[in-house]
């Protein structure tokens, strides 16, 4: 079968690989669409996240099948596999870790010290084919297209993080970046009650698209000072600030523009250390709280596109078929910021 | 009357001044005891804090009483009182703001934009008699000391602290710094169920406090690592860490030592910004969270107080007379760092 097959850093290829067996306990899936995810640009360009050894829990290393945000539709199910059967459309949580670990018997699964994800540390979802564990397959219903499915992943991320933020029903919000963790995050915030979102970015078509998520004042922070703009419509700040940006400048800002009593939630990976002053912090008796990857949301997530009150179309500005994943989609996504999702076809 | 008066850094008398006269809405008090704060100190030898020019809602500025955890019994009440009367003993909640605030109007009073404190922004508890509005003059019962009364103020600020973090009965906690307020935050954390504590500091007379309070490790980080002595009982870390040092080092070693999803809460002013790595607190789903003094809490610290829940008196290291503040008091306190709480008596 066809398969985008990361070696190494700037070193994807589209090859021909076997087929994945069906195993007791899971189901082959034959994939429809896969998303690219903003961390999959810096696996292809620095090897970032990708296991060059073999990981703990999957045992595997490179080459490996990218591509970790895909449904598709299950051809076959493994030995023991109940609920699922050949003909569901389903979408894939793609987070792998031992069952044994300590907060996995937590429930708190997204933390387990050994985790890690199919399409980075095991098969993903670049390919014709994916076998996974049943327990990684959500069923999708008929009002959840398959394009859809594949968004059900950047979705999770961006509904766990406003889910586990301090943000009530009218209440003001402001997302650093505008990219596909921004803009879902906008449209959660938005399903979750917010009053007013605003986004700030670097992109005018970023910020565009923020305003179709939501965002009722787009700021770019090329051009204005963010505080200026956001303290002349929110005299005492926001409420919560979401960070999908994950440099110094907007952490600052963040913290500058909240309400006393307000919460940063950061979602971005920051590629530097960053300066806070802690008084800040303790004046106004801010939070600074994060949210990595998801648990036990996929359903949430499914449901609330299922009924409407989850509109995630807008954030695909792209669809691409495999030959093309790396000239159209790794490469251009680094070179063109008015992208936000691209949709690979399998 | 005697006062302890202060007009700069460095510049604390002990003279002689006319007696405060009763307003409306006011109490006048015949001060019993008076704590140092951690902040008279750095009062005394800065000036940080008080106010050389008018403060915004005390119209005052120095000189000006010094003292701001202060309890004594009601001499004369003012016109409109109700439900106070002379011979009331009683706790004073030293926070002065504008009733008017944003913040003040959503009951978080604490965050005004401009909150300040009686001994600081305007005369204290460091005199024979001090003239507070009744709203802050909180009735002692029988069962609490005049001695106990000075300590509401300081243990306010530590049960918020505890109450506000998200401490849950059977989990285990950390506290740096070991003074007044650290083991104050170590006898709340207990009174709110925690299972183990461990404290931090550099001072062997302290630790021992520390162990008095409740502590069940002690850790001086002069000669130990924090992390190698927490990770070697607590495998997988603590699940709150409170901060009460104010360094860098402390910083990091909290944060190090917490478990995943854990938090920590800030409580210490701190003299420099720290350097985060915000990957950690994403990685680890931390929290670095921060408390300021107290809001609506008084009465339930006096409460806890009387019913034996809290025991805060051995935080008491010393007492003293209004004329030994200055050498066996304030200049005391930072060169001798096994003392904790010292109390005048006026």
Chains 1, 2 share one sequence.
Not at 99 to 115: E, Q, R, V
Not at 148 to 154: K, T
Not at 206 to 212: D, F, G, M, Q, V
Not at 274 to 288: F, R
Request: glycine content about 8%; some cysteine.
């Amino acid at each position: 079968m066809k398969a985008a097959v990361i070696y190494g850093a700037k070193d994807v290829r589209i090859e021909d690989i076997q087929e994945p067996a069906i195993k007791p306990g899971y189901v082959k899936v034959k994939v429809a669409w896969a998303g690219i995810c903003g961390s999959d640009p810096h696996a292809y360009h620095h090897g970032m996240g990708i296991s060059m050894t073999p990981h703990p829990v999957s045992k595997r290393q490179v080459p490996l099948t990218l591509g970790h945000e895909f449904a598709g539709t299950i051809v076959e199910a493994g030995e023991g596999v109940a609920d699922l059967a050949p003909g569901d459309r389903v979408a894939i949580e793609p987070l792998i870790y031992a069952d044994n670990d300590y907060y996995a018997k937590l429930g708190k699964y997204n933390l387990s010290n050994t985790f890690g994800f199919l399409g980075l540390n095991d098969d993903g979802g670049f390919a014709e084919y994916a076998v996974v564990r049943a327990t990684q397959a959500h069923k999708l219903p008929d009002a959840v297209s398959l394009e859809e499915g594949a968004l059900v992943e950047p979705t999770a991320v961006t509904l766990q993080a406003v889910k586990s933020s301090d943000l009530k029903a009218g209440q003001s919000v402001i997302v650093f970046g505008a990219g596909p963790i921004g803009l879902l995050t906008i449209i959660c915030a938005k399903a979750a009650g917010a009053s007013d979102v605003v986004a700030v970015d670097i992109s005018p078509e970023r910020l565009e698209k923020a305003r179709e998520a939501g965002a009722s004042l787009t700021i770019n922070s090329a051009e204005a000072k963010v505080e200026d703009q956001v303290f002349a419509q929110f005299p005492n700040g926001v409420d919560v600030a979401y960070e999908a940006a994950g440099v110094q400048a907007t952490f600052s800002s963040a913290l500058n523009v909240l309400k006393k009593g307000g919460q940063l939630m950061v979602i971005a990976a920051y590629g530097q250390p960053v300066t806070l002053d802690v008084n800040q912090l303790l004046i106004g008796e801010l939070k600074v709280t994060a949210s990595l990857a998801y648990r036990h949301v996929f359903p949430e997530v499914i449901a609330m596109i299922a009924s409407g009150r989850l509109n995630v179309e807008p954030v695909i500005t792209k669809k691409i078929e495999l030959p093309q994943l790396v000239e159209d989609g790794l490469e251009l996504l680094l070179r063109d910021k008015s992208q936000a999702k691209i949709l690979v076809e399998l």
